[in-house]
């Protein structure tokens, strides 16, 4: 259906102009063979002639250029999955029709009276979890048969728009080209200023826990998209850190801090992740890194109903895992992984993308930037288990680059001798099913 957009390739196709049956037409225009860039005198450099202005390109192809790196680099972002921004809200599973809200279904052999409530409750009778008699009557609590219903919840964002400015001098640009200078300092810019782009969204989903509860110091925080660690906690992680550091110390502090999604989550545990801390923040509290604090979390996520397609931590951690294994004469599998817009994946047949190790076929992503929570020091860097079937980055407008000003025949529009541009991107980091996200922390 012409004009929907029902996939990230439909963004894409909708945001770059290149919407099927075109495919790449937009770097395959009739004369179009060399490189996308201006020429000395301004003039458009390609050795064919169909193409006469490719200003208008600047925004399309740089842009792209960065959302590329996005999803092309082994960092944080690149290893969730990208989806429009379709809907500013979703429903999640708050509570079964039966037996509870936990992990394991919960039943009862207590000596209580059988009515039509107790059939819904969160610990029914053993005997009277569906099994009902011949020709059981409906609405009848003796033949354990009665009206039951799931609860659920409605969670909400709101996008957020990550933008970088930049702008250079007419002289800057012409001087660029002498006394030993670098040369077209526009194409230098760009590719910095995309570079730090693609880097920054990185950092903004490993931004450390602590940082929401400095209400005072950092009360613009909410603009960033929602850090993987902020996504996956529990009530029982932010009581260590209220207890150690006064997170929620003030309304506002705790808000940042407890509140997600437009729900606060000391009052809802379907929003609690997997999260094993330990028993305090406080430096006595850290613990060694041990296979079983490993094994636990990959068994207790797949118990919730998780299925891990990725760990993410720091490249200490890593080493550190590798050095316990390797002291058991055990050794990490290793696995080819390619990040796309639809998440990490593997490959099979064919050596491309990035060779990663592995934890039980589970792929160890390292990310330079991955945090440790809590105040002790020399800890190990935080291990986060993601089930990317169920979290993702809302985009509503992928990255894209915005330029204008005196090289393009318009100083008016920036006020300056000079160009001014932009790179931005608008997304939203998402998640449906919070139990089947996993974090281990305070750790050495």
Not at 123 to 132: F, L, N
């Amino acid at each position: 259906m012409t004009g929907y957009i029902n996939t990230i390739a439909d963004l894409e196709a909708q945001t770059y102009g290149m919407n099927l049956p075109a495919g790449n037409a937009l770097l395959k225009q009739a004369g179009m063979v060399g490189g996308i860039h201006t020429g000395h005198d301004g003039s458009p450099s390609f050795s064919g002639s169909a193409v006469s202005d490719v200003s208008a390109l600047y925004n399309v192809v740089y842009g792209q250029k960065v959302w590329s790196m996005l999803n092309r680099e082994v960092n944080a972002l690149s290893m969730i999955s990208k989806r429009p921004y379709t809907s500013s809200g979703w429903r999640v599973l708050k509570s079964r029709p039966a037996g509870g809200s936990g992990n394991l279904f919960t039943v009862d052999k207590a000596d209580v009276s059988l009515t039509l409530g107790e059939l819904g409750s969160d610990t029914p009778r053993a005997d009277s979890i569906g099994g009902v008699p011949e020709n059981a009557g409906l609405s009848t609590a003796q033949d354990g048969l009665g009206p039951i219903a799931p609860t659920y919840a409605q969670l909400n964002m709101s996008p957020k728009v990550v933008a970088h400015q930049f702008d250079f001098s007419e002289l800057a640009m012409e001087m660029a080209q002498i006394d030993d200078g670098i040369g077209d300092i526009r194409a230098q810019m760009r590719e910095d200023m995309g570079k730090h782009h693609a880097e920054v969204q990185n950092k903004m989903l490993v931004m450390p826990l602590e940082f929401y509860g400095e209400a005072t110091l950092l009360p613009n925080i909410g603009n960033n998209y929602t850090s993987l660690l902020k996504v996956i906690t529990s009530k029982a992680e932010l009581d260590l850190l209220d207890a150690q550091s006064s997170l929620m110390t003030d309304g506002a502090t705790a808000t940042n801090v407890s509140h997600i999604y437009g729900t606060n989550r000391d009052s809802a545990s379907f929003l609690d992740a997997e999260v094993d801390a330990g028993s305090t923040y406080a430096a006595t509290g850290v613990r060694s890194l041990t296979l079983t604090l490993l094994n636990n979390m990959v068994r207790n996520l797949r118990l919730a109903g998780g299925s891990p397609k990725v760990i993410l931590t720091g490249y200490d951690t890593i080493q550190a895992l590798a050095d316990l294994l390797q002291s058991q004469e055990r050794f990490m599998d290793r696995k080819e992984i390619v990040p796309t817009v639809n998440g990490v994946r593997g490959t099979k047949g064919q050596e491309v993308g990035f060779r990663v190790a592995t934890y039980y076929d589970i792929p160890l992503i390292p990310v330079k930037d991955m945090t440790t929570t809590g105040l002790a020091s020399s800890k190990l860097s935080d291990l986060l288990f993601l089930d990317t079937d169920h979290l993702w980055l809302s985009v509503m407008k992928p990255t894209q680059y915005f330029e204008d000003g005196i090289a393009n025949g318009n100083p008016f529009g920036v006020g300056t001798l000079g160009n001014r541009a932009l790179y931005r991107t608008i997304g939203e980091v998402g998640c449906s099913f919070f139990k089947g996200q996993g974090k281990i922390t305070n750790i050495q």
